[in-house]
């Protein structure tokens, strides 16, 4: 783990294959954090078992989560995060501090073995629930260099295209970098 990054949780999600309207022919599948195009595995958010980032502190508490309410796994592929310490405000072009809902426990468990498959941008112009990635979901991948699964390759390189202002416009309001993981089940 990077020391500005912050152990964020987990989730399911049904990898979709890179969609027809992505011209970017490297990319072969969508591992971003957004709901927009890999679906997580279900509308969690109603069973109030997430944590203040919005994430699972573990994949037991999905595993049990999708037992409980007959919630089929297979097919789905198990992330874990990180995120950067700041979000950043591009209408003001400054890094800031955010904290996960502090109604909610939030007590993650990091992975003994975990694999980096590569960093994602995302908004969160509502607040503590992420929303879309600048890379699939506003098609910035047509245009940036990122890897087979729509990520960019290294965190310096995200940070760097954030303070740029290359991705100025893409969504309203701060937006995350995440380091996005994969891990056994």
């Known amino acids: 783990m990077m020391l500005d990054m912050i152990p964020v949780g987990y989730m399911a999600k049904r990898v979709e294959s890179k969609p027809d309207f992505l011209k970017n022919y490297q990319v072969e599948d969508i591992y971003s954090v957004s709901n927009c195009i890999s679906d997580q595995f279900a ?7 997430h944590n203040g980032y919005w994430f699972f502190d573990s994949p037991e508490i999905i595993k049990a989560l999708a037992t409980a309410h007959d919630i089929n ?44 498959e590569g960093y994602d941008i995302v908004s969160f112009s509502m607040g503590h629930a992420p929303e879309c990635s600048y890379l699939s979901c506003n098609h910035m991948a047509e245009t940036i260099k990122v890897n087979r699964h729509c990520l960019i390759e290294t965190f310096d390189e995200a940070k760097t295209l954030l303070s740029q202002g290359v991705f100025k416009g893409c969504e309203p309001g701060p937006c995350r970098i995440f380091a996005i993981y994969t891990v056994d089940e």
């Open 43 to 49: 509308d969690y958010t109603e069973f109030w078992k």
């Open 73 to 116: 796994l297979q097919g789905t592929k198990l992330f874990y995060y990180e995120v950067y310490k700041d979000q950043y405000d591009e209408e003001d072009s400054v890094w800031e501090t955010f904290k996960p809902e502090k109604s909610m426990l939030t007590n993650v468990k990091v992975p003994v073995d975990k694999q980096l």
